[in-house]
């Protein structure tokens, strides 16, 4: 068997997941590959959240961190801000997202570390999720490319996993961390650091990740009005960082979402 030489640090998201980050938690301590650390932020949440999250204080491989700063900021620039934060502090080699309302496959940590050694070349991978339809029913998602998109299908925050080199990249190149677009999280940025500007973007076409995203599904339903405001805020930061690199983007799926943005405004829904 394999040696498990490879640190990977784990970094947890939390805001108002009482009820489930002991999963989230419990899923990382759970893993088949052992050699990890587990950092969790807690951001500023207002339910039993800090109670139960230090419940964990005496797990050695768990470090626990509480923001303080109880001004509450855009949802995306405060879970960005988080990850960030912990990223500092994480000592791994390779790591892992996770939204608090999300959990892992006990064997994902091992299956994302045999791709990076595998694929020296790749330095940012997604798996793909398990959404949750309803009690204890999950879909398997399938990685089909639209070919109408400019960017290929992109997971969840909670699916991404990178070399810590290439976050350190990411960071020192400040036009990434344009805090310009509300609606833009981190793993989007992340992935098209990886897919248009580092050429280093792969997919693990396993469902590693249980995915439910608790309140933001409905918030972003498909081709609802908050949708597509992500979506031109998605356009806008692309080709924003591609003009920059002498390059846009600009075709159906583009022009579709403008007119459909111009259309929620003129009927101010």
Known sequence: MKKQNTLVSILIINYNNANVVSRAINSC?????????????????????????????KNKKISIFFNKNKKRNIASFDAMNGYLYLFKKSKGKILCLLDSDDYFHKQKIKKIVEYFDKNKNK???????????????YLNKKNKNNPFSFWPYLAPESCISFRKSFMKNFIND?????????S???????????????????????????????GESKKYSFMGKNWIYRRKDSFDYLNDILKKEKNSIYNLDYFATKLLTKFLINKKL
Request: without cysteine.
């Open 174 to 182: 400040n036009k990434f961390l344009n805090y310009k677009y509300k």
């Open 29 to 57: 301590l759970g893993q088949t590959y052992k050699k990890i650390e587990i950092l969790v932020y807690d951001d500023k949440s207002k339910d039993n959240s800090k109670k139960i999250i230090k419940n964990f204080t």
């Open 123 to 137: 330095e940012l991978i997604q798996n793909l999720p398990k959404i949750k339809l309803k009690k204890k029913k």
């Open 184 to 214: 833009v999280w981190l793993g989007f940025r992340l992935g098209v650091y990886a897919y248009f500007l580092k050429k280093s973007f792969a997919n693990i076409n396993k469902n590693l990740t249980y995915y439910e995203s608790l």
